[in-house]
């Protein structure tokens, strides 16, 4: 088995033509127009970049039934209201699904990366809580088909006051948590969103931290296949100069430079909206998003899949450093070892000596 391996992409250069959609799910030939790999696993980010106005968005497979969309809430000041989707390029047709909602082309997909030789299996399930556990981590069960793989979820705030909502894995103590920017106008039936990777144990549960039981979720959206791993962060970066690619070095955070990383780019901007990007060391790529302006309080986000260099450096970016807000989520482990199903993901360092000295 080849090991998975990721492509970064600037966004702007695989944005994908929306012009000719209509409303429902439209076929995107992305292996054919953007020659994205039959296979891949895609990062896509979801914009709507409408001023006042909510868009209906999402990703699925070629010849999925999923009804796999946010109704993402309106953009302010500027900028795209925007969340990371992870969507599989269909192996033989070299096509996803997007949808459209029938109001205008006033939104983007743009793809700013891609895994290859990895599985991924895509889903849309809500994972709610029950009164009197607002506020506290919780146990739920995201996907008992499919123990110890890594779950990809999208967490929604979809109330007019902000709301912290996050997942993790089961008994960790990370706090997390994203302080998400609230809807407008209140009442809009619509949401703001990020994309965030965690781990299922061994019954297909996380935990999830939730401020209101009935307009805010976490939804699971698919999992990795059994030759990735993932370990979990939530530790704060920081960029301190404005609108310059800043080097940030991640060695002390992961198990050994060169690993792939998964951070979230936000900002705290109550009146501007920013860029905001991540890049392996040294490539020079504009990989940027420019995200609406948040609230008070309250961050807009938008996550990507980063490589650190041989020396565990990625390069960040936003307009202005003194508005950040950045985690590193976790860290990915692709391995050609494969286990049976049921059985751990992959094999984490550790597993494979103690597989080695028969333990």
């Known amino acids: 088995m080849t090991v998975p391996a990721y492509t970064q992409l600037v966004p702007n250069d695989y944005s994908i033509d929306v012009s000719g959609f209509s409303v429902g799910w439209n076929e ?8 994205i790999p039959k296979s891949a696993l895609v990062d896509l980010a979801a914009i709507n970049l409408r001023g006042s106005a909510n868009c209906i968005m999402g990703p699925r497979i070629d010849g999925s039934a999923l009804a796999r969309y946010l109704n993402m809430n309106e953009a302010e000041a500027g900028g795209g209201n925007a969340t990371l989707w992870r969507v599989r390029c269909h192996p033989t047709t070299g096509i996803i699904e997007l949808y459209d909602d029938g ?11 891609y895994w290859e030789n990895i599985d991924y299996i895509e889903a ?3 994972i709610a809580i029950d009164v009197g556990d607002e506020n506290v981590w919780t146990i739920r069960t995201a996907a008992a088909g499919y123990p110890n793989r890594v779950g990809t979820f999208q967490c929604v705030n979809e109330r007019a006051p902000n709301e912290e909502v996050g997942v993790r894995e089961v008994g960790s103590g990370l706090g997390r948590l994203v302080n998400l920017h609230e809807v407008e106008p209140a009442g809009a039936n619509a949401v703001n969103a990020y994309g965030i990777c965690a781990k299922l144990d061994g019954s297909g549960d996380v935990e999830v931290f939730i401020d209101d039981f009935d307009q805010v979720f976490v939804y ?3 999992a990795f296949g059994p030759n990735m791993d993932y370990a979990e962060l939530w530790q704060t970066l920081g960029i301190s100069a404005s609108a310059t690619w800043e080097n940030e070095d991640l060695t002390t955070y992961i198990d050994e430079d060169g690993r792939t990383v998964e951070e979230l780019l936000g900002h705290t901007s109550i009146g501007v909206e920013m860029s905001m990007g991540a890049r392996k060391n040294g490539t020079g790529l504009a990989r ?3 995200v609406h302006e948040a609230e008070p309080t309250q961050k807009a986000v ?12 990625i390069e960040h970016y936003i307009t202005d450093g003194a508005e950040d807000w950045c985690r590193l989520a976790g860290y990915f482990i692709p391995s050609e070892l494969s286990v ?10 550790l597993n494979m000596l103690l597989l ?3 333990g």
């Open 302 to 313: 938008i996550t990507m899949t980063v490589e650190t260099d041989g020396a565990g450096i």
């Open 103 to 113: 109001v205008d082309s006033d939104y983007a997909y743009k793809i700013v990366g």
């Open 340 to 349: 049976a199903e049921g059985a751990r993901g992959t094999q984490s360092l």
């Open 220 to 222: 699971y959206t698919g």
């Open 124 to 126: 849309m399930t809500k």
């Open 356 to 358: 080695a000295e028969g």
């Open 28 to 35: 995107a030939p992305i292996f054919d127009d953007l020659t």
């Open 288 to 290: 940027l998003i420019l």
